[in-house]
């Protein structure tokens, strides 16, 4: 960059990308910019650039947590995606997060539709030996298939789950009947509905707090109410408030997240509320950890 | 239609219409998209098409209340409405509430604003003996004309009280001081004004589980917080929240409910929140019966 | 439907579909709600709502042909579509018009994106002995594969061409190398760029009069000008006005159009000029065959 | 008003209002925020403040026409409608214009719907042995009734016809099979259709100089292509482009034209084309006299 | 005006503006349509028409406060801004607020973004002895400069505590660590952040009635969660509700306020909720007055 | 960037900007964020961000000329801006094409208002001993000064006249009768109104083969026709053609253009058309050299 330019594609507050000296154990942002097996509305491939745009509306100093955004992070762009096949995009999500993992960097995904997450999890589900994925969501995406379809993002959870990662599925309020059925029939899907995050938040934290694995955070838009994150693939009334995921986010600041996504953020407006709220979740992460 | 093809212009889960098969004593769905007395914004014609739209955003089970959307009920499509008069409007809503009656069908109206609910209420009052309109509404709608005109969006319950109705008002944060005097000079029109609604929830839920008359439920979206239902023809700041509108929806599945509406979205915007949470409001009321 | 009521998303002066009476050698219109492998806007699966939603703009006596809307057509409704799934929605579709087939109506496809007309070219390549299809595009859509797909909006007419059709692409103004070069390398694809219309309509006219084979015509929202129709998955600036499609349409009404499409409307606001354009072109075709 | 502080929803140049030095012989605009009888998309009764509003972006100096907007005008605000009753709306306007008239101001009239014109009309067609409206729409208006209705946006020119005017209309793309039989049943109406008025400019210029009463002009926004304007109530493809406009109200200008109106801009975003177009059209008409 | 006309452009409820009769010691309304410092998105310029229209949907009776709005208030217009020079501006708005108090008359300005204030404050400081300025906002704007500009949306509190005013600010939920460090520096500055007013609303209250000097009273709609205002300059989760505001309005009406503002609302859509709230904000405080 | 990634919001087809090996005599992208002294609506500091996202709408084969896009250029980001101060603004952008011209780089700037062109011509005018400014807008931008205000949108080309270049304003249809008092005080500003260039296309051209300076191009987007370019902040009713533009282009691709700038983009909306036209000028322009 010259003297006075910037590069207003990137994450406010991310470091220079230089390959030679890449902080080791820092995180780095990917965008995928897909948003192909939506079932409702699409509109979710914006999302990487909505959420960075309205990155630059944030102070270096968090007031919220009293602390400054000083962690070093990167922003590598945009994944390559194949628009119409998303197995071809998971696996290309999953190449550049081994990428990533090898330079030593954790991955912050924005989507893009929640199958971004099938190939992060993939990969790290293989770095890990056990790999705990708290999944916050109006939705359990536990589909076996969708129309057909195993990678879509209806199934994100369900591959997660084969994976072999345990879930906790937080802000859950729309389900199939397959989906409830999958959940009784297995050990190690945990859930907190909305209302038991309005209630109960603090059964939540302790919840989170015995949690002993490497923990991969995927945080669906949809989870916070439409109030708040309107443009989203699948609004869902009933959802969660900004202050709960504040809480949610700080809980996990003292566990060991090893990757993190918010995805389904569905808007062509820059600086319209769901990507002010999307950035400002991914810089609340980086200003605690 | 065709073995792969379906109607995206009806209520999503709603069944065919064989009208020598009609399901007795199940419900069944009008639009009526109309909006001439509008007072600010207009727009609410379109209520019709964004509503049922947004249905289809739904699954057939519903987590929240445990139960499955497995009634039988209709789609009958939109009401031949006359732009600019609205007494003409009203008497072919009446007409059709009749005819759905003789089907042995109860009317879920889809609005267009709320002079829609004139005909039906007029439609049933004549059906059964007493009847009881609970309103859930910003406004009182209890004007006795709106410059000069009878029939109006403003008039709506001063015409179901003549028509010999019990009123029950819920969420009420506006009101003229005509209103307000015609309301203490009467017996029987109950308020429950909006912050009434969010502390002693208990005490409306009680209140409802001692009509006794048949119950018709009128829901003019701007009963509901602009946050959550910013497109409505008179945005009135402080309303309620979607987990009351549950409350309420549930207390009333345990009551004769003999017709229901749900007026006032406003929007040209398909997936707008309105028309989302508008097509919650059926999709919850048809889950629980 | 009742006395009083009409289907609120049909075609504008349809025929109800009574499936015992269906009048032979007549058009049906189906939609195809898919947008799953559009590179640059998705946003098209929701055409099929708003083009017919604008479709009742207009008068049953059509004054610049000076004809009514008179012919019997139908509206089947829109097909299930596999979001994320391209093949999969073009063999759903390429039943659906086997079935349409069979009924002796001749498809009118309103999209989604233009991948929705494969399954349509090849259902009707099948049935006639040639077909030449009339494409009207900013693009010519020749792509052998798109990143690695062979069904994509990019590539609907190089299957096309493969299914043994002869090509006439008018209003072109946006190609690629690898696109130049098959055209060169073929015998049977006719080009009129975009200018070429401006200049030489005569020409156009001309040509299409001697096509003598029966004609399938595929409209691209995108052949007319961003100012006409802003709402497509490409913008592509300096397109046909609407006087040229109109006399387009007329020189085809002289011959054996054996079915149509419109496609690539992507907006979600009703009565936005897109869909209005959109709906012209067809209720402009059904006035004059 | 205080040193330093202006009205900002005036129409830009337009004087101060003093009862007691209003200039006679002058123009004086007023505002009809109505639109209850609007058939397809409702709106326009924001049209008198967006057209306002887009009136700040012009300079005093027309350099289209080497002229400067320096006659005396006055903005009187709006009028006080009915919603829902259009009958009572343009006996209001009648009243107000015959106020006008009283004043020595000839109306200028921003809607709103057309049925905004009838109350101009008829106080206007009292005030003057003969009155020729030439009237720029892509619709005839002409309607006996709509639905029963007799006053309505679109039986405007047919209340005028019976007012006793004759009627010019130009850019006529869309109407009516009895309209047309009523054309043909008078003498008195001359018809330039929006290809006329493309191809022979000159015959519409030469006929509107053979006027030799007073003129009263009637603009619907919808006369001009939906690519300029396309937010009105009825977006009608194929319309007048910017400078024919621009040539037909310099042919007026050199005519009597004792009151216009411009009607049916209904967008709610200041700032949006179709406002801007209408605020220019009444900019040049004040700039040319 | 004429018998049937009103002015569109004003206040609801406010009064005719004659000069030689302005009522003494009542409130008058400024527009100060500026928006040239903002630094994330502009657009606020715009916030005194919207603000105003959104007025129009409000009943005489108060029906939350149990009182009707019965003062005599005035609405003077807009401010003549300098676009690109904030201080000019600042001082034509100081000029403006001179003249008021020389009429007997309290500033009640809408912003525009929050520079609109530092003229107010100014010229109020000078007045009294001694100013409280109640700050509602989302940030402290209490930089000292901003890149350079002193004249700044981010230095309007820095300004008015170097007028000598004591502060109190409520909502805050974003600062600098420089913003931090100069609270801490300054005694004057009391701070009650989102989370204290969500739990603490009593604390506030009791505080505000501890305030013995005249008070102004500045709104940032930022202070609002971005669920009610979403078109704000810098749009920041986790705000106020309205049910606090109006208590602290209700709290504030007890005490000798001499001047408010409610500023960045920056919205080009007329009737959007930022805009409707901030008019029941300036409704609600008119009514308890 | 990663094996996979791409930088999503660099122009399209952009070089990495490798500071050892930047190709000498090749262009180089800025964008300038700033809208500070816009005088109707403010919204182009967006333009940077949204003319890039819609460069990814076009092939590498440039079908329209038969030329591909194979030049080197580079994407050097944002220029920093002052908000609310103009001059230090065009200062940076002074330093930043300095910066450019010393690494052998022409620049093209995206605006943000037309400010940003006063910098990069200053820069230019001192490195050329004579430089021709071929301006295309709807406006002259010639005022001495604007409310007071040297540096200004609307006193651009007065500022670049003073610096000693020769004008070709193209497309001109408003202007002040200070400016064209100017303009015939003057000799070396020539002009083609609108309708000059819609008429007189072979003029214009003809014009520009004489110019035998270097040639510095600025393009205000809202020399277009609003139907094409309708978020500009100033629509003006009445403009060019894209295929105006494309002429005009490919005219001076044969001469010595030593940088260009395309202004005024005024959108939040990503995919806005004119963000796309924007793209497409400097893609054209690129294709072309
Ligand atoms: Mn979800
Ligand atoms: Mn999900
Ligand atoms: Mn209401
Ligand atoms: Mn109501
Ligand atoms: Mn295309
Ligand atoms: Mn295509
Ligand atoms: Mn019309
Ligand atoms: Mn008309
Ligand atoms: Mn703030
Ligand atoms: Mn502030
Ligand atoms: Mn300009
Ligand atoms: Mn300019």
Chains 1, 2, 3, 4, 5, 6 share one sequence.
């Not at 990137?10 to 939506?38: L, W």
């Amino acid at each position: 960059m010259l003297l006075n330019t910037y590069e207003p594609w990137k994450f406010a507050f991310s470091a220079e990308t230089d390959f030679d000296n890449i902080e080791k154990d820092s995180y780095g942002i990917i965008g995928v910019p897909f948003d192909s097996t939506t079932s409702y509305h699409s509109g979710s491939r914006l999302g990487p650039i909505v959420v960075r745009e309205a990155s630059y509306g944030f102070e270096n100093y968090n007031i919220n947590f009293k602390t400054s955004l000083d962690c070093i992070f990167y922003d590598f762009g945009d994944v390559n995606v194949v628009p119409g096949n998303c197995e071809a995009t998971c696996n290309i999500v999953e190449d550049t997060v081994n990428e990533l993992f090898d330079l030593g960097i954790k991955p912050i995904t924005i989507g893009g539709e929640h199958s971004a997450s099938i190939g992060v999890i993939k990969a790290l589900s293989e770095k890990y030996e056990k790999l705990t994925v708290v999944h916050l969501d109006a939705h359990r995406d536990l589909a076996f298939d969708f129309i057909g379809e195993k990678y879509s993002h209806a199934t994100v959870m369900r591959r997660a789950h084969e994976f072999g990662v345990d879930l906790v599925q937080i802000g859950i309020r729309s389900s199939s009947i397959e989906e409830e059925d999958f959940v009784k029939s297995t050990y190690n899907i945990q859930t907190f509905k909305n209302k038991d995050v309005h209630r109960h938040m603090d059964a939540v934290e302790y919840y989170l707090t015995t949690v002993d694995t490497p923990i991969y955070l995927s945080i669906d838009m949809d989870v916070l109410d439409p109030a708040i994150a309107p443009s989203v693939g699948n609004p869902t009334p009933g959802g969660l408030f900004i202050s709960e995921i504040e809480d949610l986010i700080r809980s996990l600041s003292f566990k060991n997240v090893v990757g993190m996504d918010v995805v389904e953020t569905a808007t062509d407006r820059l600086g319209e509320n769901t990507a002010v709220t999307a950035a400002k979740i991914i810089y609340d992460f980086l200003s605690l950890i």
